[in-house]
Each structure stands twice: as structure tokens, then as C-alpha cells.
């Protein structure tokens, strides 16, 4: 279970080692020291720490300094502060410690029932949104799956055709077996056709079903992913939807990469392509088109999408991703909403969209390694 990380800073290694010593005696957490604020700034960078315990009287960097820097980093601009002191504790020094954000000011000796009860507040603070957060990951995962399913009930028909098409092909070779043996037409070549053939059917069968079986599974986990790698199968999820269509793909990848679940992002392209699919039926849109443009900025894969249907009126543009609304007739809403969540919640990543002159497009940002 995650535990409450706590910083002491203190240039006095006695302070940091009396003061840990008392934490320890009444909680169970992470404790982090340093003896300087150049020293915890660093612990800061790497550790998420939850609660900061510094001394006023530093050198180099005192207390204020320390804490009015923190107060301009986005990484530990909101990490709640107590300073302790045994000289800055007249109320000029408390009230400007307040005025930098300080949650308590404790003065020495310190009072071991004072420190604890002030502790404890923060602890529960933590411990229930820790469980909160837990419950709203928990609902996240409930829907991404849900979506997925949804997904899944839109390619009934994609995954009918894609299994009838190879079943056929087996029928047909049955009845050539019947045939050839009834005209007494069965040799040694003919059994390795026959063979080579029907293995190539079932190989193909076998292949789709894992496809779709690795889609379903809820239990996969982050790892680097070649983009290129998820756009295929996205392709393979679809089968001939865009023939069938007559939607033409037009496609920019190389060796991109992202850090994530890769069935997640396959969820995404699904519901984007097949909501331009939609718009290009509903609009009896001609020449129809999808891009699909990828690109590396910095540590992001940028995966730009867009088609030319025509795009949505701005009123609409604003509230696309909000839960429930539609601008189909028979609509739910929760396909772009989850697209939402899957990118910023599960993968980390950006998304924007907006019109372009030719139609709707997406432009998601995904990170390409585990961020810390």
C-alpha cells in the first residue's frame, strides 16, 4: 500500500534524527531528510512527497527562501509545509510564513502530542484521497471496459464477415474432397494442397480471433509500444470497412513510439474512425478521406487524425467530449467522452480537436517512456 512521504529539512542531522525518531514512534510512513534546501529540492524532483517539515534558520537557503521557491514549481507548488523553529517564533515570522503558504508554524522543544495530533490531520487527509482516487480509477476502468464492449457491439458485423469469409473457403475444399474422391481424383498433390490450404484458412481464423481476444483483455500492462504496430491491428480490428465504405486511408508512420496499453489506444482510433464513418454516411459525403499523421515533439508522439466530413458547428466543438451529448440522432455520447478519459486518465496523453477546411480533426499527444 502506498504510504505518506514526509521531508524533513534541517541543516542540524540531530534535529532530522530526533524529530524522525518521533514521527516513527506514532506513524508508518516515508520519511525523506535533507540537510540543506538545495539537497531537498532534489529529493523533491524525484520523490512525491506529501507533507515538508522545515527549519527556518538555514544557511545559504533559509526556511522562507526555500518555501517561496517551491511555491513557483508546478511539481511542489501545492505540497503543504510546517515550519519548525527554535529563534523565528515571533509573530512577524509567523505571519510571514503564513503569507508564503506555511500550513503550521511550530515552535521548539517540540511537543510530541502537538506534532502528532498536526500530523494526523494531514495523514487522514491523504488516506481518504488515496481511497477516493482508488474508487475513481476503479469506475475508469469499469468504463473504459464498458466502452470497449460498446465498441465491440458496432463491429458485430465487421468480425461476422471477417469469420464467414475463411469458413466458406473450408466448406468449399470440404466438398472438393467429396467431389475429387467421388471422380477418384485424390493424389499425393492434392492432399498437400488440400492440407496447405486449409491450414492457411485456420491460421487466419485463429489469428482473427486472438485479435479480438487481446482486445477484450483488461488485464494488460503499460510497456512501449511501436504506434505503426497499433494502427495495424486497429486496420486488421476493421476488416474492410473502409472498401466497403469507400473511404480511402491516407497514412504518415514510421518508428514512433508510446508508452501505454496498446488495446487502450486501438479503443480510441476505433471510435474516432468509426465516427467519421458515420458522418460520412449521415452526409453522403463523396471522396471520402481519413489522415492519419504521426510525429515525435520532444518526449511526445503526436498522432494527428482527421477526415473530411465536414467538421461539427462550434457550439457543438465545445461540449463534444462532455458525457452524453451527441450530435447523432441515435447517439449515446459516450464514445468521444471515453476517448477522453482513455487519453488523459489511462495513457497520460493530450487530446484537442477542432475543425480543419476539410473536416473534424484530433490531435492527441501521447508520451513515448514512463514519466516519474
Known sequence: MEKFNILLVDDVSENIYSLKMMIEDSFDVNIFSALSAQEAIEILMKENID?????????????FEFVEYLKNIEKTKNIPVIFITGIYDKDEYKTKGYNLGAIEYITKPIHDILL?????????IFEKRKIAQEQIDAKDKVLIHQSKMATM??????????????LNILSLYCNDVRDSFSLGEIDD??????????????KFLSGTIDDFRDFFNPNK?????EIKHVIDKTLKL?????EVNEVKLNLE???EKFFGI????????????NNSMDAFKERNIKNREINIKVLSKQSYTILIIEDNAGGVKEESLEKIFDPYYTTKATGTGTGLYMVKLVIKNSLQGDLKINNSDKGLRYIIALPQKEEN
Do not use: W
Open 116 to 124: 502528532n495530533s498536526k500530523l494526523k490531520v494531514y495523514i487522514d
Open 189 to 202: 498433390k492434392f492432399i498437400a494442397d488440400f492440407s496447405k490450404n486449409t491450414k492457411e484458412q485456420i
Open 153 to 166: 457491439g458496432e463491429m458485430i458485423g465487421v468480425i461476422a464477415h471477417q469469420l464467414k469469409q475463411p
Open 221 to 225: 500492462q503499460k510497456c512501449v509500444f
Open 262 to 273: 496498446e488495446t487502450e489506444l486501438e479503443q480510441v482510433l476505433l471510435n474516432i474512425i
Open 238 to 242: 476493421m476488416g474492410n470497412q473502409f
Open 253 to 255: 508512420v514510421e518508428d
Open 51 to 63: 507533507l515538508i517539515l522545515t527549519d527556518v534558520q538555514m544557511p545559504e537557503i533559509d526556511g
